[in-house]
């Protein structure tokens, strides 16, 4: 008989943990699993396979009580060999009834896709969770080494680095786009995404003297804000917002580069599918993920963290064709660590060691 996996998270749209798990639904299910994948917000954007419990519709009908009852239900009621919980959990008196009411008798592996573990568990709900008893079946991944570290020496649990991989759909690629001569920029329109940072960057920098664009592809809340920029700077004929789309590889295949110049990260899956997509990238040394993807001036440039100044020279370097031309045939260096293979199997043998 097949193992029962059910893939818990917020939501299957916009961001890099749900991209990981639509991934790993498809991958998952090819190789035999019965997957679930049960969906905290009703908000579907990537493809899947398996059976999805969207709980976002019954929070819109039923009380907070009720709808609970209706959580708790469904985990007693499937027995489940694995639940691989990919939310936020920052709530601490939500997640310790979860823990010791729906997930007491589960094997459960917790991932955590943030380096800003306070922020991912709220200030004390990571280490005391992590240290109730109630659980013998309990793993703590990590989706990268730096985050690891962190978890090990801050808050002294152990915790298991498996990176997310990349599942390209190679038909999804080949679309054209209008846009000609341009870098990118890919993620959702929020603070610690730093777009702001990316356009006066990109302004200050020569690529707009060679008719290069830069385009930022993603919805949320700093929209306007990053408008008002590009009018103030004087580049809306340089600098386009785009909206989210569940399909970027067309724009970032196209792209010269595509440009990371986040606060903060997890693991930016984007890094890896432009690389993959043989596009040489641009990225902040920030916290976490990107020194373990780019091979700095072998696929791409890692940029002293939150240096501007280093940030413009790194996007000028992209007008020295030579040096271009060597980032790009390189851009396949060390992707072999994160292929679906290496990293699927790494999940098959967490699950023999539960």
Known sequence: MSKKICLLTTSLSSGGAEKLVANMSVVLSDKGYNVTIFIMENDVDYEYKGELYNFGLDKVKFSKIKSFFKFRTFFKQHTFDYVIDHRLRDKYFKELIFSKLVFNKCKVIYCIHNFRLKYYFSFINYPVLARLPHSKFRTFVSVSKAIENKVKSKLKIDSTTVYNFFN???????????????????????????????????????????????????????????????????????????????????????????????????????????????????????????????????????????????????????????????????????????????????????????
């Open 168 to 354: 390209l759909n190679k038909s999804l690629c080949n679309n054209d786009n209008e846009y000609e001569n341009y870098i990118i920029g890919v993620g959702r329109l929020t603070e610690i995404k730093q777009f702001d940072v990316l356009i006066e960057s990109f302004g200050a920098s020569n690529l707009k003297y060679k008719n290069i664009k830069l385009l930022i592809l993603g919805s949320g809340p700093c929209k306007n804000q990053l408008h008002k920029l590009i009018i103030n700077l004087n580049l809306e004929a340089h600098v386009k917002l785009l909206p989210f789309t569940d399909n970027p590889y067309p724009l970032i295949k196209k792209a010269k580069a595509l440009v990371l110049s986040s606060k903060v990260e997890g693991f930016p899956m984007v890094l890896l599918e432009a690389l993959k997509l043989n596009t040489p990238v641009i990225s902040f040394n920030c916290k976490s993920g990107p020194n373990e993807i780019i091979k700095d001036e072998v696929n791409g440039i890692l940029v002293e963290d939150q240096n501007q100044d280093k940030l413009i020279c790194a996007l000028n370097k992209l007008l020295d064709e030579d040096y271009y031309n060597h980032l790009k045939l390189n851009t396949s260096v060390g992707l072999e660590a994160f292929s679906k293979e290496t990293i699927i199997n790494q999940w098959e043998k967490l699950f023999t060691q539960m």
